[in-house]
């Protein structure tokens, strides 16, 4: 069955980077969208970034665009979420999710997997 397992976060100051990761197993990764999305504390999961099979197409949500980048290694079977200029407001659970087509999407109904999240804490 797919396995997704996130890892990378952590306890940063604002200004700071992190970079997460997501581990895919039990399936061709190269053909699914991965996406990156947060949920805060008391908030409801909202979308981050999403990339689609061959990388070609990226999609990322307006707060966090000009620092946050997606990228995928499909011959590593990973996805990545680079994060600088963290900011207090980042502060959350960040999971990664597969697709069910290759195509990206903003959606969280059009995802069918996810891991188990990796906390990220900003402080100021």
């Known amino acids: 069955q797919v396995q997704l397992v996130e890892s990378g976060g952590g306890s940063v100051q604002t200004g700071g980077s992190l970079r997460l990761s997501c581990a895919a197993s039990?399936?061709?990764?190269?053909?699914?969208?991965m996406g990156w999305f947060r949920q805060a504390p008391g908030k409801e999961r909202e979308f981050v970034a999403t990339i689609s099979g061959n990388g070609g197409s990226i999609n990322h949500a307006d707060s966090v665009k000009a620092r946050f980048t997606i990228s995928r290694d499909n011959a590593k079977n990973v996805v990545y979420l680079q994060m600088n200029s963290l900011r207090p407001e980042d502060t959350a659970v960040y999971y990664c999710?597969?697709?069910?087509?290759?195509?990206?999407?903003?959606?969280?109904?059009?995802?069918?997997?996810w891991g188990q999240g990796t906390q990220v804490t900003v402080s100021s």
């Open positions: 999710g597969k697709g069910r087509s290759t195509w990206s999407t903003k959606s969280e109904a059009a995802y069918d997997s």
């Open positions: 039990g399936l061709s990764f190269g053909s699914y969208a």
